[in-house]
């Protein structure tokens, strides 16, 4: 009996730690039925054989840093039928885009003993400030079941349940305690979009945000609020220039308590 | 001093002995007993083994977007006023698979849902929550569309209401008529008076029967006299007041500078509707497993502060964060009269408490009101 013809994953990388597209590799329990129904055709941290494009989905894990992510990044384009970008790097140029804040001259001198070697862009930004992409796969890193279900979605050509809302929904779902109102943490979550699987608020410990802006993020207002906890400008700022520094809303927030 | 006899109804006094072995009792019938605990710095409800898992000598302090658990200077086992959500999540979870479904041919195959749930025994419900049980069974006891796994759930639970002897700065039932007395919807209900003492009255037939199994005394004058002054501070220590005649009329008002004004502040995280003990929003989710051939359908709590919420054909009604706050109040407090019969809410005060950013419906409506007065009769 010939093989199904079964369409070809690939996994790429720009920017990053890894974590994300390790995520794939942590589908333990879910690897094998997703190898029956993928050919994992180009994934460099999982194995050396390498197929040659079209793709019919690309994972794309990194932010755009170098004039060499740019050209690779068109490519990744051209060779892929859709284009999932995952994690806050891919999604939002990641805790890297702090560069974005800062004179990356500066820095360059500071860390690299031959500061003439380095060939770098001045910002770290997220995939689709580059190409078109097809779907936006949030966090830092990202969550497994999100992942499994953007790639089952996709596969049965149906719309991942992938919800924009807050991550206190979540909480209130998972019935965890809010911890900017029962403990007066500064609390990132009402502006967070949902999907970590509350994580932070799980363990007492206040969102940091990793999801990125939620669909829409009154910034200003939950700003307002940590400043009546007593935050300092300095403060507030940091709590939004972190994984997501660079995402539109944050951005702006955090670039208003300069 | 010897028992009294509970079964002909008459109040009597329950020690702390006595609310042990009412816990036993309702295990040994089976029953899931879920009560207040102190978890993560604060009151839930959650399953309650023995009497030690109940919160002694804890009280909270509530403001708008503000809870703190404090230590009392007594031990009172239910010296809180709410837990930080309702009894909603027990009757309603926030997730439940209505089907599941495997292909078969071109078609395909629904599967039974296997396992019954054990009844569950609701130790500490207040009025307004009871209230809010009542409201919801409404909604989900519709002639024409029920919801069987609901009114399923409620009419196998055990309810051991526990009446408030306070009230804290976010509580309004007394201005919707929904408490602080205890009048419906409960088998038994407690009042706790000094020293884990508890005046116990059955308020059904199968809690008068529990209630003749346990070790009861006749209440003293005094416990009486104490009953009294509790009900009357859980009354008189309310710290908000909602005007209805306002509230009634907002379905009037969609064009109110009000609006804007909220919606500066309001984070559209949907907190309010979560901890709101009568909401009942969902959505309905339909995933398959990797080869399609497998599918199952669930109900997820829902919002009306997201924007999916209201996607219609083509895209979202409700875009603003204005029309998503006026949506929720206004149906609430509003037209959900002409849809159920009353209002929907039952001034728990959940809502002003756990606002991140302290939203409060009695100011937003009061803020109303104030712009009503003269140019309205
Ligand atoms: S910081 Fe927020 S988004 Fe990140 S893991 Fe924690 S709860 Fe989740
Ligand atoms: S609207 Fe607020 S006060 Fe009214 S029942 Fe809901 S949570 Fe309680
Ligand atoms: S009123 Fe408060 S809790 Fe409700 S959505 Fe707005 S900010 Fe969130």
Redesign the pocket.
């Known amino acids: 009996m010939p093989e199904r013809k079964k369409p070809k994953l690939a996994v790429f990388k720009f920017s990053s730690c890894d974590g994300c597209q390790l995520t794939l590799l942590d589908c333990e329990d879910e690897l094998l039925a997703l190898v029956g129904e993928v050919r994992i055709s180009y994934f460099l941290e999982a194995t050396r054989k390498v197929e040659k494009g079209p793709y019919d989905v690309s994972l794309v894990e990194g932010s755009i840093t170098t004039p060499h992510d740019i050209k690779a990044i068109r490519e990744v384009r051209r060779m892929s039928k859709t284009l999932v970008s995952i994690g806050a790097c891919a999604t939002a140029g990641g805790i890297q885009a702090l560069r974005n804040f800062g004179s990356v001259k500066e820095f360059i001198r500071k860390v690299y003993a031959h500061p003439e070697y380095i060939d770098t862009l001045t910002t770290s930004t997220a995939v689709s400030d580059h190409v078109s992409v097809d779907f936006e796969l949030r966090g830092c890193p990202i969550n497994k079941y999100q992942l499994l279900e953007v790639l089952n979605a996709t596969l049965n050509g149906r719309r991942p349940n992938i919800p924009r809302h807050s991550q206190c929904m979540e909480c209130k779902a998972n019935g965890v305690v809010c911890r900017m109102v029962a403990a007066g943490e500064p609390c990132l979550g009402p502006v967070t979009q949902a999907g970590c699987g509350t994580l932070c608020p799980g363990v007492n410990r206040a969102c940091y945000g990793c999801f990125g802006p939620m669909e829409t993020p009154n910034t200003a207002s939950l700003a307002a609020a940590l400043a009546a906890q007593g935050r300092s400008r300095d403060e507030i700022q940091r709590l939004f220039r972190s994984f997501n520094a660079n995402s539109d809303a944050f951005r702006k927030e955090g670039d208003s308590h300069g | 001093m010897p028992g009294v006899d509970a079964s002909n109804g008459a109040p009597a006094i329950l020690d702390k002995d006595g609310l042990g072995q009412l816990i036993a009792a309702l295990r040994t019938k089976g029953y899931r007993v879920v009560g207040p605990r102190s978890a993560d710095g604060a009151i839930v409800y959650d399953d309650i083994d023995d009497i030690e898992d109940l919160p002694a000598g804890l009280g909270d302090e509530t403001e708008g977007g503000r809870y703190r658990l404090r230590k009392r200077t007594d031990d009172v086992l239910f010296g809180y006023t709410l837990g930080a959500q309702g009894w909603k999540r027990f009757l309603y979870p926030p997730r439940q698979r209505l089907f599941a479904a495997r292909r078969q041919g071109a078609g395909f195959q629904v599967e039974a849902e296997e396992g019954e749930e054990a009844p569950m025994a609701f130790l500490g419900p207040r009025a307004c929550e009871l209230a809010?049980v009542a409201l919801q069974a409404r909604v989900f006891g519709d002639k024409t569309f029920p919801d069987p796994g609901y009114q399923a759930r409620l009419a196998a639970a055990f309810v051991v209401a526990v009446e408030c002897g306070a009230a804290a700065s976010t509580c309004f039932c007394a201005s919707m008529g929904t408490g602080p007395e205890v009048t419906s919807g409960h088998d038994i209900r407690l009042l706790e008076i000094k020293g884990q003492r508890f005046l116990a009255e059955a308020g059904s037939d199968r809690g008068r029967e529990i209630l003749t199994g346990l070790s009861l005394s006749a209440p003293t004058a005094a416990d009486l006299k104490m009953v009294a002054a509790a009900r009357k501070a859980a009354r008189a220590g309310q710290g908000r007041v909602l005007d209805r005649d306002t509230a009634a009329a907002l379905q009037s008002m969609p064009d109110h500078p009000r609006w804007d004004d909220v919606a500066a502040r309001c984070l559209s995280c949907g907190n309010?509707t979560m901890?709101?003990?009568?909401c009942f929003c969902t959505t309905v989710e339909d995933v398959t497993d990797l080869s399609g051939d497998h599918a199952e359908r669930w109900r997820k709590w829902d919002s009306c502060f997201s924007v999916e919420f209201s996607y219609i054909h083509g895209g979202a009604v409700r875009t603003e964060a204005k029309s998503r706050y006026r949506q929720w109040i206004t149906h609430?407090l509003s037209t959900w009269a002409d849809q159920f019969g009353s209002s929907g809410?039952?001034?728990?005060?959940?809502?002003i408490t756990w606002c991140p950013v302290g939203i409060d419906?009695t100011a937003e409506v009061a803020a109303i009101a104030a712009t009503r007065k003269g140019t309205q009769g």
């Open positions: 809010a309010c901890v709101c003990p009568t609430k809410c039952v001034g728990c005060g959940r809502c419906i």
